[in-house]
T-cell receptor, first 116, second 112 residues
Framework: EAGVAQSPRYKIIEKRQSVAFWCNPISGHATLYWYQQILGQGPKLLIQFQNNGVVDDSQLPKDRFSAERLKGVDSTLKIQPAKLEDSAVYLC??????????????FGNGTRLTVT | SQQGEEDPQALSIQEGENATMNCSYKTSINNLQWYRQNSGRGLVHLILIRSNEREKHSGRLRVTLDTSKKSSSLLITASRAADTASYFCATITQGGSEKLVFGKGTKLTVNP
């Protein structure tokens, strides 16, 4: 099966600019996740979708970050305006069912964002 | 917030040796998962162990879980240079939000 696709692979922007990331999950996976991974740290969950509904966005900085999942498939994550501390790798993952139970996550290769 | 904490933060061994990484967590869990991340890549799922299991094997991997101590260990036997990567434990807590929370990881270097 095809893996989780993310684009772009790299992005460099100046602070206060906006940026958007795109994710296409594995076909048939109902749950989609966006994680932020700062260098040297583990991934931190930003938002979790079940189909096209939000399950958890408790750690999403909603004043600047937004995400949507149209038709329960592809998803976009947007940052507007970006800050220096947003420099990180943004990872998209998908799974067959909700995180409860035995489902493992399949990750894309991520988008490395550098804010200057 | 990060639920799991891996130990050590970094580990360097020779090819053929065994590597052991530990993970401690704070609250009761439904299951615990281990992932590998090669440099510049996404995470890859290695193994999942449920809260009612004590040990699980997959190829050269052996995972143990001690819920009384809130800890898990990942053992990689007969390591290879290709095992060089960061290893993360991740937990799903009982009750509350059903999200997978990762630790900070152990960076393993296997020298040829």
């Amino acid at each position: 099966e095809a893996g989780v696709a993310q684009s772009p692979r790299y992005k460099i922007i100046e602070k206060r600019q906006s940026v958007a990331f795109w994710c296409n999950p594995i076909s048939g996976h109902a749950t989609l996740y966006w994680y932020q991974q700062i260098l040297g740290q583990g991934p931190k969950l930003l938002i979790q979708f079940q189909n096209n509904g939000v399950v958890d966005d408790s750690q999403l900085p909603k004043d600047r970050f937004s995400a949507e999942r149209l038709k329960g498939v592809d998803s976009t994550l947007k940052i507007q305006p970006a800050k220096l501390e947003d420099s990180a790798v943004y990872l998209c993952a998908s799974s067959r069912q909700g995180a409860r139970g035995v489902s493992s996550l399949h990750f894309g290769n991520g988008t490395r964002l550098t804010v200057t | 917030s990060q639920q799991g904490e891996e130990d050590p933060q970094a580990l360097s061994i020779q090819e053929g040796e065994n590597a052991t990484m530990n993970c401690s967590y704070k609250t009761s869990i439904n299951n615990l998962q281990w992932y590998r991340q090669n440099s510049g890549r996404g995470l890859v799922h290695l193994i999942l162990i449920r809260s009612n299991e004590r040990e699980k094997h997959s190829g050269r991997l052996r995972v143990t879980l001690d819920t009384s101590k809130k800890s898990s260990s990942l053992l990689i036997t007969a390591s290879r240079a290709a095992d060089t990567a960061s290893y993360f434990c991740a937990t799903i807590t009982q009750g509350g939000s059903e999200k997978l929370v990762f630790g900070k990881g152990t960076k393993l270097t296997v020298n040829p």
